[in-house]
Structure formats: structure tokens, C-alpha cells
């Protein structure tokens, strides 16, 4: 049942009321704004509208001014807002895993690096409010050293297009049966596989190509391999892609928004893959073979995480 406030008549669903509110020459996000107006806790301004649960949902139209009224509200609340803010997701969401740092980068709540500022150690906090961890704040570092022996190869797949340039590792290419990189050494690099993905192999997976995607990572589970996604682009570049002149196409009508929903969800759904957001061609070389030749360390830690804290 929703109720026009505005003069109180009533209808069976939201898309109606919003459409009754022509009646009232009010468009579905000033009837919003006015009626129930919401404000940034930070500079006070209104929460910008575009659906109804995002609106009553978010408390800062911004990362930049969420990130501020972390740095200058009192220390107490702070905690008490940042740890609601997951104990409201795992809510709303029914989450089952501790959310991974691009999974709360693309949201409006701070990175894991800031929960452990305030509570000592994220994943503790996860435990406490009953999240299970994938992962642990490990000072391992992905040193690319402890397997770094000669006879070891990179495996590169026939299908991939615009293959990685490798600087001092032999490579061969195969024919792999999911993703677009692999090690010769399945022990040593615990079996992991590396599905490289441009801006817009990326755009193109995660919408159109979604169904197919998710058989490939299914693929990858049912061979109990380790699945990394490797995106040759920055996080916030991708989180704007729309704005990026060289990907985005008029009339597409994806959206970022769109787009990182069904990242997050696959992040909840499948808890051995990780997606990577690293910057160019030339670190995405490095970071796979810092992958391959350190072991197993890729499975403990979040990747998104150590690379942001340049530890990868
Ligand atoms: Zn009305």
C-alpha cells in the first residue's frame, strides 16, 4: 500500500502512486525530495533521487563526502554508523560472506582499510556480526619470490586476444578450459586461473555475457581451481566508465550501477573467485605473475585490498 502525501489517497503499488502524481504536476523525484526530504549528513544537501530504495537507502550522495564525515564526526559515532552500515547489509542483502573490498568500494560504505582503523581488524568485526571470512588481514606479501624457479611456464590461452607481455617468464600458449591464464605448476600456484579483462570485456561480461560467465565459473568450481578476474583498468575508472570517451558507447544503456550489482553478487555467490581492478597492461603483467609465483597466498588474502594498500 503506498499513500499519496499529498492528498492522502491511496494505492496498491508504488508505480501507481508515482503515476497518479502527474495529478499533482510532481515528478516521481521532486515528490520525493519535498515530501520526504533526506540530506547528506556531510554538506546537508538533499539526497539525489533515482530509485526509492537507493534514496532512503544512502545517507551521503558521495565516497568523497562519506569519506570527510568520517574523518571529522566524533570517533564513537563513527564506529557506531560504520558497523551498522554492514550490520544493515548483511540485513537487507542476506550476505553470508564478509563483503570484499570491491565490493564495498562500489557501495557507500568505506574500505576494509578504514574498518581497520576503527575496530583494530575488519574480519574480526565481519565474525562478530556473523559473516564468515573468506579472507584474513595476513601481512603476507605477494612477493612473486618463493616459486621463482626455472622450468616454471605461463600458460596463455589459444582464444586470448591481446595476450600480456611477460617479462623474464616463458610462456606457452594452450588451449585452457576456463579463463586466460594459468601456471604450469598447478601445486604451486594452487591451482589459479586468471580471466584478463579489458573496460569492455568487462562491460560485456558483466551484462549481456552474464549468463555465460557464470557457466565458466562454474567450470572453474566444479575443477576446484581458483578463479581471479583481472580488470586492466582502474577501479573508479570503472566505477565511471560512462564517462571513460574510449568505452563508452552512445545508447548503451548499462550502467556502472548495474553492472557492479551483478559483481557484488557474484562475489556473494561464489566465494573462490576474486575480481582485480589494477591500473594498464604493464601492472596487470606483473600482478599475474606475482599471482602464480607466491604460492597459495592468493586464496588468504583480498587481492583488491593488497593492491590498494600497494602490497601487491
Ligand atoms: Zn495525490
Known sequence: MAKCKVCDKEFETDRQLHAHLKAHKLRVV?????????????????????????YFNDDFNTRTNLKNWIKSAPKEEVREYCKNLLVKRKKKKELEYAPTQVELRTLLIPPIQCYNDLFGDYYSLCEELGLKNKHSNSEEIISGSEYKKPGYKIYIDTREKKP???????????????GDYAFSDEAASCKCYIERKSTSDFIGTLSGGYDRFCKEIERAQQANAGFVILVEETLNNCLSFNYLPHVYKKGTRVTPEYLFHNVRKLSQAYPFIQFLFVKGRVE?????????TSGCVFKKIDLQLAYDRKKL
Open 30 to 54: 521532486g515528490y520525493y525530495q519535498s515530501q520526504y526530504p533526506r540530506h547528506d549528513r556531510q554538506d546537508g544537501k538533499i539526497i539525489k533521487f533515482k530509485t526509492k530504495e537507493q
Open 164 to 178: 600480456l607481455r611477460f617479462k623474464d617468464v616463458e610462456t606457452e600458449t594452450r588451449t585452457l578450459k576456463f
Open 284 to 292: 596487470a603483467a606483473e600482478t599475474v605473475k606475482k599471482i602464480f
